[in-house]
């Protein structure tokens, strides 16, 4: 079982700057690839994938956050980041990681359903 849990959430003034991280266990034995990414779940409203990164290191980002939020992961730490700046109140959210298996190293996925794996979440919290 492949466990993830997420760090870096709290509370910033609009045009602040937060760094989540995803520390990840030991899936190699498990996987092939992975792909991971991160998801936006705002109050009343569905979780939303925001970022992801295939193992490969290509990152696919959703136009809301396309010029804002940076996804990256540092394989050797098993870790992911997602880089927010810019942040506005509409960002307040519970942030998710999530990861999913694929066959290839270039494979990715926004879509909530193609994760198998997930953390408990962080919380954002943006004033204006």
């Known amino acids: 079982q492949v466990q993830l849990m997420e760090s870096g959430g709290g509370s910033v003034q609009t045009g602040g700057s937060l760094t989540l991280s995803c520390t990840i266990s030991?899936?190699?034995?498990?996987?092939?690839?992975?792909?991971m990414g991160w998801f936006q779940q705002r109050p009343g409203k569905t979780r939303e994938g925001v970022a992801t990164?295939?193992?490969?290191?290509?990152?696919i980002y959703l136009d809301f956050v396309r010029d804002r939020f940076t996804i990256s992961r540092d394989v050797a730490k098993n870790t992911l980041y997602l880089q927010m700046n810019n942040l506005g109140p509409d960002d307040s959210a519970m942030y998710y990681c999530?990861?999913?298996?694929?066959?290839?190293?270039?494979?990715?996925?926004?879509?909530?359903?193609?994760?198998?794996?997930w953390g408990q979440g962080t919380r954002v919290t943006v004033s204006s």
């Open positions: 999530a990861a999913g298996p694929a066959r290839s190293a270039r494979t990715a996925y926004l879509s909530r359903g193609d994760y198998i794996y």
């Open positions: 990164i295939s193992s490969d290191g290509t990152p």
């Open positions: 030991e899936w190699t034995h498990i996987h092939q690839n992975l792909f």
